[in-house]
């Protein structure tokens, strides 16, 4: 199956033939559905906070800071923003000279002042059209506007990452983009006693360069204004990370003799996530912010988690000492089942229920020694998102988990009826501990759940492939975790996913 060359390829990749012919049984064999216990909802796998116990957790973050404690800010930036700009190619690509009426880009062309990158817009146009965008505009020449937003000829938009667009407008003339308000964000949100704040951007090789030259403006006047410094890191998605493409009958597909390999998804970004030097971890998707008028909530329910995760940690730890040492009794015991049921909706399987204080104090620990995320939750309101779930674990316990559609079985009457009764979604913001009781970094692909994966349908210049995506990096990847669910407000989850989404007023600078 495997020439001479492959097996090169192969370990310039850092893949071993073992992983190569794993993945290829994979796509033999298929993903299997999640066995689920049920939608998790308030009061079962979703916490909801009083007033009191808000202000106790952000308390206890601001005392994790003064005391030295370590964080970072973790933010997918890869991410191209074409998708954002799908239906204004497809009028530039269309035949229609004229946006239907109500369309997305009749729609955006009607509030066109309103959008951030709008002064340099019309100074582009002044420049290569001599005209301005209104006055293009009322001439009917609305293929000009929407190609000078996404073309290479124009700003380019649809080639850039979404990290580096123009998102918010200001009242001084100032324009940040994604990358600025996370900085902005991180610096409110999560600065050491140091003064210092770290953040770690993932990004693709091939906008690198311009995520480097972005921050070396953009840091300077931020650290001035905010009176902090940054620690800013990159990494890009390792080779090694990469699945290998298939044709429809599971053999391996080929161009020009060579195997094809294709990104495995942001689940393989928990290599970057492991790589990080800290024992709180922000992660945060770069579209989700908001200019400065508009952040309070924001800022305000970022600490709420990450104070909640620390007293969580805190009992954690308390309670494993108990168990690690052997120095506990069924009082004892019993405490902490009701801590492990209560707060972080484990529920134990029967048969661990009649076993010997040691055996019960042994699952316990098991369960206690592994990375911790504390999860905001939204009320579902129509966006899209992965849900809250309770689900089954291999060992017979149920647990939080956030699922995607694809990981439920449709066909199941009782899983459909589950899903009926979800109430909330996963808006990605979340907090993590990840060092161990020693002060060890946690080894976190140990914790990856492999089946949880998926297979899509790809094509490479005409041809037909399969192509699997890695388990994600808040769903499987994040599998074997400690998760607790935590309702957060609406208005802490702004993401920018169409360009329509910048003219809400969440995305609007107050003046």
């Not at 979703?46 to 952000?58: F, R, V």
């Amino acid at each position: 199956m495997l020439t001479p060359h492959d097996h090169e390829v192969l370990a310039r990749r850092g893949v071993t033939e073992s992983q190569l012919l794993e993945q290829v049984d994979r796509f033999k064999s298929g993903f299997p559905f999640l066995r689920i216990a049920d939608s998790a909802r308030l009061g079962a796998g979703i916490t909801s906070l009083s007033l009191q116990e808000e202000e106790e957790a952000i308390t206890r973050w601001n005392s994790y800071l003064a005391d030295g404690g370590r964080v970072a800010k973790f933010v997918p930036a890869s991410g191209a923003a074409s998708r954002m700009f799908k239906s204004l190619f497809a009028f530039v690509d269309g035949d229609a000279d004229t946006p239907a009426d109500g369309s997305d880009v009749a729609r955006l062309l009607a509030d066109v002042e309103r959008l951030p990158f709008y002064k340099e817009l019309d100074a582009l146009l002044l420049k290569t059209k001599g005209k301005s965008v209104r006055q293009l505009l009322d001439e009917g020449r609305f293929k000009d506007v929407v190609a000078a937003i996404i073309l290479p000829e124009g700003l380019n938009y649809g080639n850039l990452p979404k990290g580096l667009l123009s998102f918010h407008a200001y009242p001084d003339g100032s324009v940040r983009t994604p990358v600025e308000e996370q900085l902005v964000e991180g610096a409110q949100s999560a600065t050491g006693k140091d003064g210092v704040v770290k953040l770690h951007f993932t990004v693709s090789g091939n906008h690198r360069a311009l995520f480097e030259k972005k921050l070396s403006e953009a840091i300077p006047a931020i650290e001035k204004r905010m009176g902090v410094k940054f620690d800013v890191s990159m990494s890009e998605q390792k080779p090694s990370t990469d699945t290998v493409a298939v044709n429809p009958d599971n053999t391996l597909f080929r161009e020009n003799g060579e195997l094809v390999f294709r990104p495995g998804g942001h689940g393989a970004l928990i290599q970057n996530l492991n790589d990080i030097d800290s024992e709180v971890i922000f992660i945060k998707n770069i579209d989700n912010v908001v200019p400065d008028s508009r952040r309070d909530s924001t800022i305000y329910y970022k600490k709420v988690l990450a104070g909640y995760l620390i007293e969580l940690h805190d009992r954690i730890f308390k309670y494993y000492a108990y168990l690690h040492s052997g120095d506990y009794d069924r009082k004892i015991l019993d405490e902490i089942v009701d801590f492990a049921q209560s707060k972080l909706s484990i529920q134990l399987p029967d048969y661990i229920k009649g076993k010997s204080d040691a055996e019960l104090a042994g699952f316990l620990a098991s369960k206690f020694n592994r990375p911790l995320r504390v999860a905001g939750m939204v009320r579902n309101e129509g966006e899209p998102g992965g849900g809250p779930y309770l689900t089954y674990n291999s060992d017979g316990s149920v647990s939080p988990q956030v699922l995607e559609s694809t990981q439920i079985d449709n066909s199941n009457p009782e899983y459909v009826r589950m899903v009926s009764r979800a109430t909330h979604f996963n808006p990605v913001d979340l907090v993590c501990y990840v060092t161990d009781f020693e002060g060890r970094h946690y080894d976190l692909p140990r914790y990856v759940d492999p089946s949880t994966g998926f297979i899509s349908e790809k094509s490479l210049h005409g041809k037909t492939l399969r192509a699997l995506e890695l388990p994600g990096l808040w769903n499987g990847a994040m599998s074997d975790w400690t998760t607790v669910f935590v309702e957060v407000p609406i208005s802490t989850f702004n993401p920018v996913k169409t360009v329509n989404d910048l003219l809400r007023d969440a995305h609007q600078s107050e003046k």
